[in-house]
């Protein structure tokens, strides 16, 4: 023994003060993770978690004009709004792994110190191991390996064979060599029960299994530390220079008093044997308190034990192992929140401390009352008692203990059951076996009914087996046992109905009457609001809980997605600007509004969330590349489609195609590539078979703008044949861009104008006069009425009557649109000088709107390349920043001007680069196959027909180019299929005419092929 009181340890031998030194920092760190896990428990076991839901809002991408009518081209963005949830119950195994590899190390250290015990002390030890291998069921050592009567001979004939031979032949080996054999020992027999284990994912079952050797000797380390409290004390008031009266024992007596009562009252509460409120000291406070005391008063007890174990040689050693492998099992305990057992060490410190402490103090009291007068330092006698042993205290605790769980019906007993059968459930659990994890879960509510832990864990194995109600039972018996907010959290998103959110906002206020200052359920409260009708109190809650969180960003989430309900601009602006989320979630949100307003965005960026693991996206990574793919579209960016074409080709995500095709689709088709746009959009489509009114409903307005009015009717009839809808009226205009079919336009749109009064209706009614008229005009009708009139019946007037009739229109923007539609008819005439002169003339009339001035200048440049005007075609060109013609429209007129100028590489470039981009345009694709016939590639414009007409099946101008391509190449085959279906839609008479003409080229074309 040394008289250092503090630093015994340092005259140990060296490698025994080595490993003291270690010991001690391991306990340090180890008393940090205690505490840490202490104080966050079970929220650490269920951490909060968001459940976000896709919420879709729908946005202008564009508008385009149709006799003067803005028509809405409508795309689709997703809003991410949510509420808390707790995750389900996953375990971790590192942490066990930490406490079994220490337990392994405890456990040669053990061995090593057996071999210095005294002989009865020995053969009490090794028959109480040998006992607990030989009484392990066979399913349990089949975790550890071979489970059979051989594989346990070799283990109690290794263990009790070496270390009797360290005890009767070799007492005087060295303790480094006892520890080096019984390391390689111990390592030995887990590694050959680990490779050679009948059972799968051996080692986290051996961990999970193995936790009855740190739990057994942690509950010994407690009773080793019941009276060092006390002892410290008595010590500290005992420490006198000088001689004084009984009052350190009056202090002593009062001190224990207390201490005793308190600790004992405490267990008492705890097994609901008394009521009343106390003064409370947390027994998970008084543990390491109680390992600190003890440390220091460790070796002023080795005079008790020098009969059994020599303390230089070993016995200093005992504590310091103990104290690591308690300080981590309970933080453990801690960490995977296993209520039944941690209940059960506040039971074993509880009756540890109340009943040792007793013991300690009648100790005291018996032997050294009248030695405290003339004798200040009793201290240093503490331990030569002179009428009761030291080690009377212990039996006389020992029966105490017993006394106390026999009174509690042996309910620490159940307890400790409970929680080694949660252990268990937990390792199956984490091993993906949660047939197993229930049973053992089960057998854990059967020993301790409302205990957390096992509860949850049946809650999570419901859910997962798709069954809410269940899991809302077991997390009601969760509440009742332990009401943290994560259970409230859980059982609300259970509940959550979103047409009637009412149980799940009771059990969020439930939470709250508990916790009423927890972040999670007020947000979920506001939440809960917004989705019932409750207004006022929505806004109320709300408010209140953006005072409280201002920076929630779960909470601006939904917050966000409500201001775009209500359509409030201003307020939507206001939290774009100011808001500057770091999260995933609201990025997307402030990315849908964006989209939402028609402004593009620079800031947010899809490498900063983006993922290389093919396990798939989440909601949150979806919505973001879904918005971000439309968002950058504004600014012509397609970038992005490479990533989404990546997301697409990974199996994880296929249950995304529908969404991520849509956003690439709007992407290539807003950025440019109008080709692979539509592909993309119309694949999609297919996908939806029409029954996704958003994506037909765009697909179809689409393509009414570009012109491919037939094809835009199919997708118009699928999406909506309701008579009050808009895309009824949109179907019916373009049919009537077909003289043919005007007869039945009539009838749909008489329907309309009776069953609408609005604009719309009054529209349909002006259509129906002006298709009903024989003349291009409505006598002593309205200048709009007019307009309409002229703008169907032009075709079929003569030009000087057209021109006249134009002339009576002053509307600026009226007029426009008639001369844009007038320039395109004296093109087909060829009379291009006077198509030409109304430009020249009229021009762009101030008042137009841009999509009129877009339409004139189009216009004019068309008419500039059918005239071969090289200088005009290039002014034009040159002044191009400052015309509204979309840009993808000029990629045509740089071709033209090219093959003007001879140049045929930049030309057939260009013209294949305008077709890529405008695949529906009717001009774009005749030009460019004229072109290519022009230098000899015939098959590839027969091809580029082909292309336009699969994009624009019922152009009647594409048509017949077809049918007139494939006569001259010979393939009367497909220009008498085509010549039929020409027949649907194009006039009798006109039809009859260009049927006979072409039957005499196919005639003509026999003959050539047949003369010899």
Not at 483 to 508: C, G, H, M, R, W
Not at 646 to 658: I, P, V
Not at 939 to 961: H, R, T, V
Request: neutral net charge.
């Amino acid at each position: 023994m040394t008289n250092n009181r503090w630093l015994y340890w340092q005259s140990l031998p060296t490698i025994q003060r080595r490993l003291f030194e270690v010991l001690l920092i391991l306990s340090g760190l180890l008393l940090i993770a205690y505490f840490y896990f202490m104080y966050t428990g079970t929220d650490l076991v269920y951490p909060i978690k968001t459940d976000y839901t896709l919420k879709p809002i729908n946005h202008v991408l564009e508008t385009f004009e149709y006799l003067g009518f803005p028509i809405e081209v409508q795309g689709k963005s997703y809003m991410l709004t949510g509420y808390y949830s707790a995750d389900i119950l996953s375990p971790d195994t590192w942490f066990v792994w930490v406490l079994y590899g220490l337990s392994i190390v405890a456990l040669a250290l053990l061995l090593t110190l057996t071999t210095y015990f005294s002989r009865i002390l020995y053969y009490i030890t090794m028959v109480v191991l040998v006992a607990g291998i030989v009484m392990m069921r066979p399913d349990i050592l089949g975790a550890f390996g071979l489970p059979n009567q051989l594989f346990l001979g070799i283990i109690i004939a290794l263990v009790a064979g070496i270390s009797y031979y360290f005890v009767a032949y070799k007492s005087e080996l060295s303790f480094g060599k006892r520890l080096l054999v019984f390391v390689l020992l111990v390592l030995g027999i887990c590694g050959i029960s680990l490779l050679g284990s009948s059972m799968g994912d051996a080692p986290t079952i051996a961990a999970h299994y193995g936790m009855v050797l740190p739990i057994g000797l942690a509950i010994i380390f407690i009773y080793l530390t019941g009276f060092d409290i006390p002892a410290l004390v008595y010590e500290v008031l005992t420490d006198s220079r000088e001689v004084k009266s009984k009052s350190a024992m009056i202090n002593y007596g009062i001190f224990s008093l207390f201490y005793v009562t308190n600790v004992a009252l405490i267990w008492f509460h705890n097994n609901g044997k008394v009521r009343w409120d106390i003064i409370y000291i947390d027994p998970f406070w008084l543990f390491p308190i109680g390992c600190i005391a003890g440390l220091y008063s460790w070796y002023k007890r080795g005079s008790m034990y020098d009969d059994s174990i020599p303390f230089k040689q070993s016995g200093a050693l005992v504590y310091p192992i103990l104290m690591v492998i308690s300080l981590a099992t309970l933080a453990w305990l801690f960490k995977s929140g296993n209520d039944p057992m941690i209940e059960v060490f506040e039971d074993a410190i509880t009756l540890a401390y109340a009943t040792m402490g007793f013991a300690f103090s009648l100790y005291v009291i018996v032997n050294f009352y009248d030695a405290n007068v003339g004798n200040g330092k009793l201290h240093q006698i503490m331990y030569e008692p002179k009428f009761m042993p030291i080690k009377s205290v212990y039996m006389f605790s020992t029966v105490l203990m017993f006394s106390a769980i026999f009174f509690t019906h042996k309910v620490t007993v159940n307890q400790t059951l409970a929680g080694y059968q949660n252990i268990i459930g937990d390792c199956y659990l984490k091993l993906g076996k949660p047939s197993a994890a229930k049973q053992f879960y089960k057998d854990a509510k059967y020993q301790a009914f409302l205990n957390n832990h096992s509860n949850f864990g049946l809650a999570t194995i419901y859910v997962a087996e798709n069954q809410p109600d269940s899991a809302k039972e077991y997390l009601a018996n969760a509440i009742l046992r332990q009401p943290i907010p994560q259970v409230y959290l859980f059982k609300s998103a259970l509940e959550l109905d979103k047409d009637n959110p009412t149980i799940s906002i009771l059990t969020t206020n439930e939470g709250l009457s508990k916790y009423p200052d927890n972040e999670a359920l007020i947000v979920n409260k506001a939440y809960l609001f917004q989705l019932s009708s409750i207004s006022d109190s929505a806004k109320a809650i709300a408010q209140k809980a953006e005072q409280l969180y201002p920076n929630n960003e779960l909470l601006l989430a939904n917050n966000l997605y409500k201001a775009v309900k209500d359509g409030d601009v201003t307020a939507l602006k206001k939290i774009v600007e100011t808001t500057k989320p770091t999260s995933i979630a609201l990025q997307t949100n402030i990315l849908a509004i964006k989209n939402f307003l028609g402004e593009s965005d620079t800031t947010f960026h899809w490498q900063d969330h983006d993922t290389k693991d093919t396990l798939g996206l989440g909601a949150e990574q979806m919505a973001f590349l879904y918005n971000y793919g439309l968002n950058s579209s504004l600014r012509g960016d397609t970038s992005i489609a490479k990533e989404i074409r990546t997301q697409l080709s990974y199996q994880a995500n296929k249950d995304l195609d529908q969404f991520l095709g849509i956003s690439l689709g709007y992407n290539l088709y807003y950025g440019g590539n109008t080709y692979q746009g539509f592909r993309t959009l119309g694949l999609n489509d297919d996908k939806f078979g029409g029954t996704e009114a958003n994506i037909t409903n765009f697909l179809a307005r689409l393509q009414f703008k570009e012109g491919a009015y037939l094809k835009s009717v199919d997708l118009f009839s699928k999406y909506n044949r309701d008579i009050t809808s808009d895309s009824y009226l949109f179907y019916n205009l373009a049919y009537a861009e077909y003289p043919k079919f005007r007869g039945n336009v009539i009838t749909d749109l008489s329907r309309v104008a009776a069953a609408r009064t609005d604009t719309l209706g009054r529209m349909a009614a002006t259509i129906v006069k002006a298709l009903q008229i024989g003349a291009g005009v409505i006598p002593n009708a309205p200048e709009y009425e007019q307009f309409i009139a002229l703008y169907y019946r032009m075709a079929e007037l003569p030009t000087d009557l057209v021109n006249s009739y134009r002339e009576n229109i002053t509307d600026p923007h009226l007029k426009s649109l008639l001369n844009a539609r007038f320039m395109s008819l004296l093109a087909e005439r060829k009379e291009y000088e006077l198509a030409i002169s109304i430009y020249e003339k009229e021009g762009r009339l101030k008042g137009a709107k841009i999509n009129a001035i877009a339409a004139l200048d189009k216009q004019m440049m068309q008419l500039l390349m059918q005239t071969g005007n090289v200088e005009g075609l290039k002014a034009f060109l040159g002044q191009s920043a400052n015309s509204p013609v979309a840009k993808k429209d000029y990629l045509v007129f740089k071709a033209g001007l090219a093959q003007l100028e001879k140049d045929t590489a930049s030309a057939s470039k260009l013209y294949l680069q305008a077709l890529n981009a405008s695949p529906m345009d009717e001009f774009t694709v005749l030009r460019s196959s004229s072109y290519f016939n022009s230098i000899g590639r015939g098959m590839q414009g027969y091809n580029l027909l082909l292309e336009g007409l699969d994009f624009n099946p019922y152009s009647i101008k594409l048509k017949k180019a077809y049918i007139l391509q494939a006569t001259a190449l010979g393939f009367d085959g497909f220009a008498e299929t085509a010549l039929q279906q020409l027949r649907y839609i194009m006039p009798e008479g006109d039809y009859a005419i260009f049927a006979n003409s072409i039957g005499i080229q196919i005639q003509a074309q026999q003959a050539t092929e047949t003369t010899p």
